[in-house]
């Protein structure tokens, strides 16, 4: 191994929203740390839409900043395969549509402020452990060490295995396809959500207001032709619009792993499966986790020995108390949403009609265990059970 200058207390590996709030803790709690990124510019490229609950945000202890803030909103529009329209609105504000590029730019600003060394374009390819500290070999044959390492390099990440751990499972990653449209009718301040086999077979298709004539649109799906679909759907519904970007990307929609650490080692976000399986969104989960895991990991470095294993175990408990539960009950309504038919996608939709006003009162973006209960407990989605059994069946076979 090289000079003591290539020695670290942390190293995180990804300057996403995960390894951005991990680098800035663990900087504040006096660790020297190293923040590895493997594009020359953080954010980008850039596949996220960019919703976010303000709850979130403030659970990230973050505030609309100016730099990357886009739009206030105020509720979501769900279409289903056939019908008419749902609204689920509120009188204030619920989410902000972010520029995902300058969240993470603006994240990693604080982190470099505070102290933490950003290295861009270098990539972590390989992790090792050696005696006395984890090791890293970047692409270009160097290595860098650290007493803890923390993966914060999103989804497909294969360091968890060199260290361990298994991975989420990478095969629950769906193709995803987004259009930043212009030059469209006045938006509103909805989101919009549309459904069904000739839309967005098992996932969905989603139209998010950016400003006020321009919406990122996008896609995931289980099959079909990604781009298909997005053609068809934005000839349908905003025929005017103009395409002023394109990006691909792949929605996480597997669970989390059953472990996030092991000696000298923490995992976090994406590549931890800390993301919502109903929506694939890990902002709020990610950040939050690597809040966490940057203070553990600080603690660790800072102890050293068999003391410093109690630190990142903490972690593990923490964001799983945290978290655990909600993301069981998402994990469970999105085995049964992902193989519904039309047919059976409209009636679910039609008993979510006749209760919109309890989801607008006790709906949450982040926590959506406790509404899933209390939808799933409704005596007219028990009568849909064996139909979604039914479904669930012919999905596996078709
Ligand atoms: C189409 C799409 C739309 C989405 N929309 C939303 C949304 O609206 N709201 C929401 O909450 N979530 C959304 N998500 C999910 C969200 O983007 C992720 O959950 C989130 O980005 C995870 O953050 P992360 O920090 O764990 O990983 P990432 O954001 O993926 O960051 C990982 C970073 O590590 C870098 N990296 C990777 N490998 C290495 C390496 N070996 N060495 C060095 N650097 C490396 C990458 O370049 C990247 O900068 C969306 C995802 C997709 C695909």
């Known amino acids: 191994m090289g000079s003591p ?30 923040l590895l990124e493997e594009h020359p510019q953080v954010g980008s490229p ?3 839409s960019g919703v976010v609950s303000l709850k979130g945000l403030e659970l990230l202890g973050l505030e609309a900043h100016s730099s990357f803030s886009q739009k206030l909103i105020h509720g979501a529009r769900f279409y289903p395969p056939h019908g008419e329209p749902i609204e689920v609105r509120k009188k204030d504000p619920v989410a902000l549509i972010l520029n995902r590029m300058k969240l993470d730019q603006f994240l ?23 005696s006395d500290s984890d090791l890293l070999t970047l692409t270009d044959g160097s290595k860098v060490a650290g007493k803890v390492v ?16 298994h ?46 004539n321009s919406a990122r649109v996008g896609l995931a799906s289980k099959k079909g032709n990604v781009k298909k679909f997005l053609d068809d759907l934005v000839k349908e519904q905003w025929p005017k619009a103009t395409i002023d970007a394109t990006k691909s990307g792949s929605v996480l929609v597997a669970g989390p792993i059953s472990r996030c650490w ?21 902002i709020v989960i990610g950040g939050y986790c690597g809040k966490l895991a940057g203070t553990a990991a600080a603690s660790a470095a800072a102890h050293g020995g068999v003391e410093s294993e109690g630190f990142l175990r903490d972690y593990d408990t923490q964001w799983r108390e ?21 047919e059976t996608l409209d009636r679910l939709f039609s008993v979510l009609r006749d209760n919109v006003s309890e989801i607008e009162a006790e709906g949450d ?19 849909l059970l064996p139909r979604v059994a039914a479904d669930a069946v012919k999905a596996i076979f078709s």
């Open 5 to 34: 200058s290539d020695q670290y207390d942390v190293v995180t590996v990804g300057a996403g929203v995960a390894g951005c709030e991990a680098a800035l803790e663990a900087v504040k709690r006096n660790s020297r740390v190293l």
């Open 46 to 48: 850039s596949h996220c």
């Open 108 to 130: 990693a600003k604080q982190a470099v402020a505070a102290g933490a060394e950003l290295r861009a374009k270098t990539r972590a390819s390989k992790f090792e452990r050696t």
């Open 150 to 165: 923390i993966d914060a390099s999103g989804a497909g990440s294969r360091l968890p295995e060199q260290a361990g751990l």
């Open 167 to 212: 991975s989420p499972d990478w095969a629950q990653i769906l193709p995803g396809l987004q259009y930043e449209l212009v030059d469209m009718k006045e938006q509103g301040d909805l989101v919009e959500l549309f459904f069904g086999s000739k839309r967005a077979p098992g996932f969905f298709a989603w139209g998010i207001p950016t400003g006020k």
């Open 262 to 282: 092991s000696p000298g080692f923490i995992v976090v976000g994406d590549a931890a499966g800390q993301v919502k399986q109903t929506t694939g969104g890990g």
């Open 322 to 342: 945290k978290f655990s539960s909600d993301l069981r009950k998402m994990g469970l309504a999105r085995k049964l949403f992902a193989g519904l038919s039309d």
């Open 365 to 383: 973006m982040d926590f959506q265990g406790k509404i899933i209960t209390r939808m799933l407990k409704k005596r007219k989605i028990a009568t």
